[in-house]
């Protein structure tokens, strides 16, 4: 069965340039989070959504970072102006049901991100 | 503030040896703990544990929950090269992930 698939693998980058990463969650999955992954901050949960609906989007750093997820076999995360802040490997992950289901959660390969 | 603890932070063995990794937690709501191992890429799911006491084994690694104490351990016994990795625990409440434990296991 094929997992969450995150595109791009790699993003290099300009400060103040546009960036979109893609997620394909498993099919039939009804929850996407994404995460990003930092040495100095280790793993965040950024938002979730279920059934396609943000839930909770607490976790955004700034208004800078926006997602979607127009159907439910495709999320897009986005960052306009990117900082080199923003550098981090950014994760997709899916799960069927959410935190009462105790399903556990799929992670995708993730996107390395590089803002220069 | 909700919060997840895990020591050692790092782990120098030899194959074969037996670990116990720590995972404290302060969260509210708590449902459930997880457990994953993380090598080059992304996480993977190794144990999630709900109920206290019971353990949960896959080979040779095991892992409990004591919900009264609010932490969890995990076990891995006759440790090989290939268990070299962070292992990662998370508060299933919102998912807030602790620092990581990262194993190294000499040959």
């Known amino acids: 069965d094929a997992g969450v698939i995150q595109s791009p693998r790699h993003e290099v980058t300009e400060m103040g340039q546009e960036v979109t990463l893609r997620c394909k969650p498993i099919?039939?999955?009804?929850?996407l989070f994404w995460y990003r992954q930092t040495m100095m901050r280790g793993l965040e949960l950024l938002i979730y959504?279920?059934?396609?609906?943000?839930?909770?989007d607490s976790g955004m750093p700034e208004d800078r970072f926006s997602a979607k997820m127009p159907n439910a076999s495709f999320s897009t995360l986005k960052i306009q102006p990117s900082e080199p802040r923003d550098s981090a490997v950014y994760f997709c992950?899916?799960?069927?049901?959410?935190?009462?289901?105790?399903?556990?959660?799929?992670f995708g390969d993730g996107t390395r991100l590089s803002i220069l | 503030e909700d919060k997840v603890v895990q020591s050692p932070l790092s782990l120098v063995v030899h194959e074969g040896d037996t670990v116990t990794l720590n995972c404290s937690y302060e969260?509210?709501?708590?449902?459930?703990l997880l457990w994953y191992k993380q090598e080059k890429k992304a996480p993977t799911f190794l144990f999630m544990l709900?109920?206290?006491?019971i353990e949960k084994k896959s080979g040779r690694l095991s892992s409990i929950l004591d919900k009264k104490e609010l932490f969890s351990i995990l076990n891995i016994t006759a440790t090989q090269t290939g268990d070299s990795a962070v292992y990662l625990c998370?508060?299933?409440?919102?998912?807030?992930f602790g620092a990581g434990t990262r194993l190294t296991v000499k040959p």
């Open positions: 099919s039939g999955h009804d929850y």
């Open positions: 998370a508060a299933h409440n919102d998912m807030r």
């Open positions: 992950a899916s799960s069927l049901g959410g935190w009462g289901s105790n399903q556990p959660q799929h």
């Open positions: 709900t109920s206290s006491g």
């Open positions: 959504f279920n059934n396609n609906v943000p839930i909770d």
């Open positions: 969260v509210t709501n708590f449902r459930s």
